[in-house]
């Protein structure tokens, strides 16, 4: 029994060092993306910073449908980006976000950096901690901030109708971090915003802001892939909960959320053996 014990959490790390490997992976990509489009010469070849944005796809879409033009900074590549995104989506749900996005990354590091800073003690997972920062949105006002970039994907949608940059051009924080061009005070104080909100709150961004993260929630609801919990072994313990960095409660009923990034942090916290796995179909 305890070698089996043993080799389910052998197997359950994997998947996590796998994660980490993909995050550290995607960061580095786009930071050579970034860095290709300043050199000499070469920014003219291979399209602009912005047409390797999936999100890109969909700020483009009305214009390039209307007039068979896409927006300025954007072109074809956005569309193969974007369906790349939703034929992911279509079978793992919003992994997207929680593997292979760079700003969802960005935030995993800053809001683990504020709590070495600021936690005192060595972390124990699965365990709450006393650290201060980051910390947690009361309920009542974390369910509708959870609104809020609903809003966002509706107003951007709306507004690439009469555009002719993409509406997020000038306050995306992947230009901020990633294209080298901060060159505007807009673009430094998105900066400063992400990197502050991304330490005070985990994943601030991802649950409250980002319009690709709300195009993808719903896939969550029908993809391949699911997690699934096997509800006479759990014990509700809350590991799970403590752990999650969109802050979902009550996991054990909410593994299907439409907040659920695929992380697999509960599946790695989960001390049962078996409790939670992923499930095809």
Known sequence: MLATSKKYKSKQRRLMVVRKWMQVSF??????????????????????????????????????ITTGNTLKTTNLLNFTMLLGVLGLSAVTGRSFCGWVCPLGSLQDFFANSARRIFGGKERRRGIKDNSKVPFRIQPQFDRWLRFFKYFILFAVVAVSMFSVYPPLHSIC?????????????????????????????????????????????????????????????????????????????????????????????????????????????
Do not use: W
């Open 27 to 64: 960061v580095i990509l786009i930071f050579l993306i970034g860095l290709r489009h300043v050199l000499p010469a070469e920014s003219s070849r291979g399209g602009s910073f912005d047409a390797f944005c999936p999100f890109g796809g969909i700020e483009t879409l009305f214009a390039y």
């Open 173 to 281: 924080p992947v230009r901020a971090i990633f294209s080298f061009h901060l060159n505007t005070i807009l673009l430094g104080f998105v900066l400063v915003l992400f990197v502050l909100s991304s330490m005070l709150n985990k994943r601030f961004t991802c649950k409250y802001l980002c319009p690709m993260g709300a195009v993808l929630t719903i896939f969550n609801k029908f993809s391949l892939i699911h997690l699934r919990v096997n509800q006479e072994k759990c014990a509700n313990c809350g590991r799970c909960d403590n752990e999650c960095p969109m802050d979902i409660t009550a996991i054990p009923e909410n593994l299907d959320s439409p907040e659920c990034i695929r992380c697999l942090e509960c599946l790695e916290t989960c001390a049962k053996e078996n409790t939670i796995a992923l499930k095809l179909g």
